[in-house]
């Protein structure tokens, strides 16, 4: 059972454009948010990050959206650029246990 | 170190074969996770580590998935008689003391043959 849920396995934006990455989860226990971005052949790196009690958090071009309501975080990046390029995972969890992963977004960046 | 490392990076095994997977944490790195990603899969959960201490092992497939951290800092995830549909990558994440956010190392695939 996917409790975390990226339903767009890839995404094409052209440089200098607005990224939306989008992922859904389903058990209300969670209450801190990540995403990851990674490259091949190698493993994932921390982007950014959102508790529970806040709706917005913002890091230069990244900004991840928290909607509780709806059980729905993205992240925007903008303006994208072409070395955003890579998969990005996001992930959640009850604190304090594991992460529970979606199954990550390509995104390419077109110059 | 600088980050996470994990060794070996890439490792060939014949189906029955018993490996070894490293994982080296950062220092003061309490917790320690390991996850399986399969193609095309995010990671998922195998096990968790507070210092020497498993206190979770919910997420090992069977009782051929072995992992310990004696001393409460290197890790070994050791699977015995390896399977195909064992081959995956298989990564090291580490938290910080007073941190939620997990650092990855770069992983080691394994492919059974």
């Known amino acids: 059972d996917q409790q975390v849920k990226q339903n767009s396995p890839s995404l094409s934006v052209q440089e200098g454009r607005i990224s939306i990455l989008n992922c859904d989860y389903t058990n209300s226990m969670f209450d801190y948010f990540l995403w990851y971005k990674k490259y091949p052949a190698e493993g994932p790196t921390f982007l950014i990050s959102?508790?529970?009690?806040?709706d917005k958090n913002e890091d230069g071009r990244f900004t991840v959206f928290l909607n509780k309501s709806a059980k729905h975080l993205s992240l925007h990046i903008v303006p994208s650029q072409p070395g955003d390029s890579a998969v990005y995972f996001c992930a959640a969890f009850p604190t304090g246990n594991q992460f529970y992963f979606g199954t990550g977004t390509s995104l390419t960046v077109i110059p | 170190g600088a980050g996470v490392s994990q060794s070996p990076r890439y490792k060939v095994a014949k189906r029955g074969q018993d490996v070894a997977l490293r994982c080296d944490p950062i220092?003061?790195?309490?917790?320690l996770f390991w996850y399986q990603q399969a193609l095309g899969q995010g990671p998922e959960f195998l096990t968790y580590f507070q210092n020497e201490a498993q206190l979770d092992k919910s997420g090992l497939p069977s009782d051929r998935f072995f992992a310990e951290r004696p001393e409460g800092s290197v890790s070994t995830l050791k699977i015995q008689r390896t399977q195909q549909e064992d081959s995956a990558v298989y990564l090291c994440?580490?938290?910080?003391?007073?941190?939620?956010?997990?650092?990855f190392g770069p992983g080691t695939r394994l492919l059974v043959l």
């Open positions: 994440a580490g938290t910080p003391r007073g941190s939620e956010t997990q650092y």
């Open positions: 959102i508790s529970s009690i806040k």
């Open positions: 220092s003061g790195h309490v917790s």
